[in-house]
């Protein structure tokens, strides 16, 4: 068959990106949103054209979740419950013309309070500690402060009352709660005349009283509002009122046309979008909340990959009806067909019904933002439809407002060249998912409040300024002359997971700010390094934290002399800094918990000078970790849960407009549900106007791609700033005004003195490491050309030596390279390398051999490299090598073909472990144990690569090769070779068949 070129690689790449993401165009705006999961992202006009070209280069800038394609679980498990509403009765002391119950003071149905104290218990042992009781209107029941007296007996309850609001001050007056439990949202139609229309005149004014009580004697309130056509205009208005009444915050109601409701209530969507915008924009120039949008934004910036799928009503709500019976939501009591049959809360929640809903899912749905909706609301979807999800009549309008809400957010975040302005995950709202599977809640009630990721983050580190708290500390690891000013008892261990402020390279004078500066330890040592002239400010949002640094601060200034330190309390998405005043900022494993990166990274950008640099140490991963992960709000205080992959994060930095983004430093940090995470040093600067110098590309490759789209080529002369050419010297000729060389050692003459004379191996180097042939590391020797297998062969002529072939394989330009040109270079190499290691980790000396620019990716030369490996490994372990031992692996090894794992049905690298063995054992055809021993091995080997269903890439197969000769080794050679050497592949972009995941090595 022949290899898929490189040409069809990219085709697929395209494909698979057009056919993984779909396009919405929306107010001329691009919005990508993934198929198969929870993810989008909107990029600038000029990233669109690229990404709508097919670019791949830039494809490559986007991320994908992790898991990519979303499967739903159905999984029979324990019942458990959040949270028990209580419909406690259908009688009501008003009679509204919109009643969804149609309730009124003549209805009798009303809750045995004995049969709410039974299902009472039950819930709150199934795990609920939020109780919502609703009618009609709840306080009329004669046993209703009964009821919320029992609730709260219970440890750590809250209850929150749905109410009309009249009779508020009349029963609680003679009652005592605590009022950080209680909690009442309160039913309101408009202004005075539009509320009195249709609940009774002077009842607006009573329900302002009745507000005005609840505010003060302490009890949270809130307002939630039916939203229908003729009080449509007072929202604006009602906004207001919620502020001047005290309210918590506003609820939307989404009409429903049921009860007393009529068609002629329903808004147009087009009309409610309008309005809603408006009285948005509004209630955040007022500083008043309508918790609809705040909760909008716990789907759509979820971290990424998070899924909303389907409704909490159910599932893990439930409500008890006035007639006894169990409903998924309150909406739908009374509503036969959705009926949870059961005695208990916990047979409910085992009911056909239950099990209806917990099997409806999103990827059974078509529309674009599915799985970020959830399938819309449940009530609504039924109410319209009589189905379980997807038929929500408001779900145009929620995906409408979920696109404004992306739009605004990314609008203030356009980069200068072809970028994203905004992905899913860049801000962070957490929405309780578990597993990275969340629900949607009813629409009755919305709650709001701090989120719980960052109200875990703030608890957790507290906690840790008073107390060492082991999970997340590390230790300072300082010379002791950065640490000899600063008093022993605040050497304290510091939280981190690097040293930025040593990869800083801090100078006198500088003004430097660290970030989430904690107890202060960094910003000391700083205090030293900048000197009197200097400044170094800490920023922290914990005052039990700041506390602590600041009289550290006292201790440090009096030691030093001078006083050059400050400590300010703030976020880092919005610093208590000046424009432009700092030289340096620094931050050390805090950066990941910030909720919203764009932001922090405009921040910091904004706070440092034309030419400052930002130097941090945090956690990265090499892809996307799970949503499960990111939704850990324990995990968040860790720096796990908001940490970015590395394509992410550099390119976030290029978007906020930094430059010379380098990676310092990367150790391993940590693995979490098995997924590995690394502790990263990184810097960039804000550019500047700077000073351009000539250099010399000398010449690894053909050219070198710079970040800012210049090119360097081989030997030619090119300006680029100053700073890259400092980064990048140790691969560049710099130059300086009059054209000399400023970055080689010796004269340019050869009047240098002789050397001493001793032994040299100068010679030997000369002979095994010159590049006598140029050849490419990968695919085509000669052109770089992907190669073409063919099942039969043809004669052809060596493209070096033009010796006469039989062959199956050349390249898709028809080059051919023979075995002995293929190899020419690299067996001197391979001979020289280990005769001169001391080396006894095979993996090791596999891993320093393939280093040498000599040696190509894939090749014959792996046939030979393996036996010379064995030999040599089992030579530096102790054992006595037979004579010629490493010539005769290196002749026997380059006598296997090229590509006999495909013709011959004999992997090399196999081959090359038996021809080892064979010399270590002296084994010829009529040395039986010997002759069978190294055979056995082979077998071993062989049988193992042969599990690999994959095309051929010796890297894989020569580590496998050697992990399984070390395992055999003490039992055949009775010397233990050792393959310990942690082996990652770093040639996944050369091999077009890569076996990816499935790889060992991957």
């Not at 009122?241 to 009529?262: D, I, P």
Request: aromatic share 8%; hydrophobic share 40%; charged share 20%.
């Amino acid at each position: 068959m022949k290899p898929v070129s490189y040409t069809e690689t990219i085709r697929e790449e395209i494909n698979d990106f057009r056919s993984s993401w779909q396009k919405i165009t929306y107010k001329n705006r691009a919005i990508y949103v993934y198929e198969h999961g929870a993810d989008w992202f909107i990029p600038n006009a000029e990233a669109d054209f690229l990404l709508q070209q097919g670019d791949v280069h830039f494809q490559k800038r986007i991320a994908v979740p992790n898991p990519r394609v979303y499967r739903p679980k159905y999984e029979t498990k324990a019942p458990s419950l959040a949270e028990f509403w209580i419909h406690l009765t259908n009688r009501c002391n008003l009679t509204c013309k919109h009643c969804l119950f149609s309730s009124s003071p003549e209805e009798n149905d009303m809750l045995a309070f004995e049969t709410i104290q039974k299902h009472l218990q039950e819930a709150y042992a199934l795990g609920c500690r939020l109780f919502i009781v609703t009618g009609g209107e709840p306080l009329v029941h004669p046993r209703f402060l009964e009821l919320i007296e029992t609730i709260l007996n219970y440890e750590a309850t809250n209850v929150v009352v749905l109410t009309n609001g009249v009779l508020v001050q009349k029963v609680f007056s003679a009652a005592s709660y605590d009022s950080k439990r209680l909690l009442f949202q309160i039913s309101v139609d408009g202004l005075e005349a539009e509320h009195d229309a249709l609940r009774g005149k002077g009842t607006f004014a009573k329900v302002l009283r009745n507000a005005a009580w609840l505010r003060d004697n302490a009890y949270a309130f809130s307002f939630s509002f039916c939203v229908h056509p003729q009080n449509l205009h007072t929202l604006l208005g009602l906004i207001d009122t919620t502020k001047n009444a005290g309210a918590t915050h506003l609820h939307l109601l989404w009409y429903f046309v049921r009860g007393r409701g009529s068609d002629a209530r329903i808004v147009p969507t087009d009309v409610l979008l309008e309005a809603l915008l408006k009285a948005y924009m509004y209630a955040c120039e007022h500083g008043v909340t309508i918790d609809n949008f705040e909760a909008l934004k716990t789907q759509i910036f979820a971290p990424k990959g998070t899924v909303h799928d389907g409704s909490s009503s159910g599932r893990s709500s439930v409500a008890l009806g006035y007639d006894g019976r169990f409903y998924p939501s309150a909406a739908t009591v009374g509503e036969c067909e959705l009926v949870m049959r059961g005695d208990t809360i916990a047979e409910a929640l085992k009911s056909e019904t239950a099990e209806r809903i917990a099997r409806s899912s999103v990827v059974d749905l078509k529309t674009p933002l599915r799985f970020l909706l959830g399938g819309g609301d449940l009530d609504h979807s039924f109410n319209h439809a009589r189905t379980l999800m997807g038929d929500d009549p408001y779900e145009p309008l929620m995906r409408a407002l979920a696109m404004e809400m992306m739009l605004a957010e990314a609008a203030s975040y356009e980069p200068k060249k072809a970028g994203l302005c905004l992905e899913m995950g860049d801000i962070l709202y957490t929405c309780g998912a578990h597993e990275g599977v969340a629900h949607t809640h009813a629409n009755c009630m919305i709650a709001t409040g701090e989120s719980e990721s960052l109200r875990i983050v703030k608890a957790f580190y507290h906690d840790a300024a008073l107390e060492d708290k082991a999970d997340i500390l590390n230790p300072v690891c300082y010379d002791e002359a950065l640490l000899s000013h600063i008093p022993e008892a605040l050497r304290f261990r510091g939280y981190g997971c690097g040293s930025p402020i040593l990869e800083a390279d801090l100078k006198e004078g500088e003004t430097m700010l660290d970030l989430g500066s904690g107890r202060g330890v960094e910003c000391f040592i700083a205090s030293k390094l900048v000197g009197k002239n200097g400044r170094v400010i800490g920023v922290d949002m914990l005052p039990s934290m700041l506390r602590i640094a600041q009289e550290g601060a006292k201790a440090v200034a009096q030691n030093l002399g001078y006083d050059n330190l400050s400590f300010y309390q703030g976020y880092l998405e919005a610093l208590p800094l000046d424009d432009a005043s700092v030289d340096v900022v620094t931050s050390n494993c805090v950066l990941n918990l910030s909720t919203h990166k764009r932001k922090l990274f405009a921040q910091i950008f904004r706070v440092l000078k034309e030419g400052g640099r930002l130097v941090v140490s945090d956690v990265v991963c090499d892809e996307e970790a799970s949503a499960g992960i990111k939704n850990d709000a324990k995990l968040g205080g860790e720096c796990i849960a908001g940490a970015l992959s590395q394509t992410h994060l550099t390119g976030l930095l290029a978007e906020s407009g930094f430059t010379n983004v380098r990676l310092v430093k990367r150790f391993f940090y940590r693995e979490v549900q098995g997924h590995p995470f690394y502790s990263l040093s990184f810097e960039a600067y804000k550019p500047s106007h700077e000073t351009y110098v000539d250099v010399m590309y000398k010449g690894e490759g053909e050219r070198l791609v710079l970040e800012e789209g210049i090119v360097l080529y081989k030997g030619v002369k090119t300006k680029v700033r100053a700073r890259t050419a400092k980064a990048l010297q140790s691969v560049l000729f710099c130059f300086d005004a009059e054209g000399n060389i400023v970055n080689q050692e010796g004269a340019a003459c050869n009047c240098a003195l002789p050397p001493e004379s001793k032994p040299s191996l100068r010679s030997l180097a000369a002979e095994s490491f010159g590049l006598i042939t140029p050849k490419a590391a990968h695919d085509c020797m000669v052109c770089k050309a992907p190669l073409h297998y063919e099942t039969t062969v043809q004669e052809v002529v060596c493209h070096y030596c033009h010796s006469v072939h039989l062959s199956s394989v050349t390249c898709e330009n028809g080059h051919y390279v023979c075995d002995a040109c293929h190899a020419k270079d690299a067996l001197a190499v391979i001979e020289h390398l280990c005769r001169s290691s001391q080396e006894r980790d095979m993996l090791k000396l596999f891993k320093q051999i393939r280093a040498h620019p000599s040696i190509p990716k894939h090749g014959p030369e792996h046939h030979a490299m393996v036996p010379a490996i064995i030999v040599t490994a089992y030579r530096n372990s102790g054992g006595k090598l037979p004579e010629n031992a490493l010539k005769t692996a290196l002749s026997r090894g380059s006598s296997v073909i090229g590509g006999a794992c495909g013709f011959l049905g004999m992997c090399g690298a196999a081959a090359g472990v038996g021809i080892g063995f064979a010399i270590l054992l002296e084994a010829s055809p009529v040395a039986k144990t010997a002759r069978s021993q190294a055979q056995k091995v082979t077998h071993a080997v062989l049988g193992k690569i042969a599990e690999y269903e994959a095309a051929r890439c010796c890297n894989r197969e020569v580590w496998t090769a050697l992990t399984i000769a070390s395992s055999l080794s003490e039992d055949f050679l009775h010397v233990r070779l050792w393959a310990e050497e942690q082996t990652k592949c770093d040639q996944k972009k050369f091999n077009a068949y890569c076996y990816g995941k499935k790889c060992p090595i991957f």
